[in-house]
């Protein structure tokens, strides 16, 4: 029994992280001297359905797969898909059979957070948007949530510890808890106590909603912090809401009545797509936090589709290796490997792993544009 409930590294590795009957299959097939050579393919729909999805967790499932005597091939990370496969897997099926479960978690809910984040992302392409979300998830997912939202084109984020394994400095100034700490009617004292104590490097952005009217707090954060005010964030509870634009629009025109400089405006609380489409107009950034880290997972399922060379699928599936394809207008296509394909079509499926070796590089950044460059494409998320 562990302190918390993870499941971790080592038994991830040694296709422990797997369902049961993927042992008790090895079991059989070893007793019965059975252990074909397969294809398999990672899908989500088998035919292209019109609904894009972008996919992550790529280097994971490369991690995991990384020492086995298998090839297999992959669209890029950061590559939008719909329909066909995303990842093929060629080797005995003995050597790979149990990590079938974790090889699809992986995949599954990195693409359905770096989707969400894509979503997002073209819903405000000009602002500065931070993932806020890893809260409404297990902490031990922290890493994945903040990486995908990077991948699906988001600036930043907010998770600590997922900084420290990106490599990257996590984004975020004050909570209400701060100004509840000093008690009501004391917000200008947090503001000064964050201003006096935190690096010099961190932007001066006062939360101005936890006690009283917006408009107010804003007005007194830029009386006490005066030009070392960067922006506020408004981050008002849905109940007491009201129309979020007409709040933003309230604020920016009290500070004009009153002859004060322009700061940044950031705004958070439960934003989603419609949301920073309607905002991003009055506002100069958001944080999203659980439209994108609560995405429900991809449906992905890893089916065998060759067995000795042979076409082989069950009920429902489309059996043979197949490729998929990009064409010029930004159109999904999915055929038989070996096939021609469509006019123009460029083949997205690259080596992954060769003899075991993992033979593709990853990077975060690298990610990101191509899914901005792909969205462009496709017409994903397209108003």
Known sequence: MTEFDIVGADAIREGRATDAYFLRTEEALR???????????????????????????????A?????????????PEGTLFDGGPVLR??????????YESALLG??????????????????????NVLSFGARHVHPALGGMIERSALVGGLDGFSNVAAGDLLGKEASGTMPHALSICFGRGNQERAWRAFDDAVDESVPRIALCD???DEVDEVLRAVETLGDDLDGVRLDTTGSRRGDFRHIVREVTW???????????????????PADLRDLRDV???????????????VDFALDIVEVDAEPAAKRGKLSGTKEVYRTDDGGHHVGLRGREGPENGESL?????????????????????????DAGRTGFGAE
């Open 89 to 98: 897997i060629e080797g005995n099926y003995l050597d790979f059979a149990r």
């Open 349 to 373: 499926m690259e080596p992954l792993i060769r003899d075991g070796e993992v033979v593709r590089e990853f990077g975060v950044d690298a990610a990101a544009k191509r899914a901005l460059a």
């Open 31 to 61: 007793g019965a001297d059975r252990n074909p050579h397969v294809a398999c393919e990672v899908t989500a729909d088998q035919f292209p359905t019109g609904e894009f999805e972008l996919l992550a967790g790529l280097q994971n499932a």
């Open 283 to 297: 506002a100069d950034g958001f944080g999203v936090g659980g439209y994108v880290s609560n995405a429900d997972p």
């Open 254 to 272: 009290e500070l004009a009545a009153r002859d004060l400089p322009e700061i940044d405006v950031f705004l958070s609380g439960g934003l989603g």
């Open 106 to 127: 992986f995949l599954s809910h990195a693409s359905a957070v770096a989707t969400a984040a894509l979503e997002v992302r073209r819903a405000a392409p000009d602002s």
């Open 210 to 212: 936890t006690y009283s």
């Open 63 to 75: 991690n995991l797969l990384e020492g086995l005597p298998i090839d297999a091939d992959a669209i």
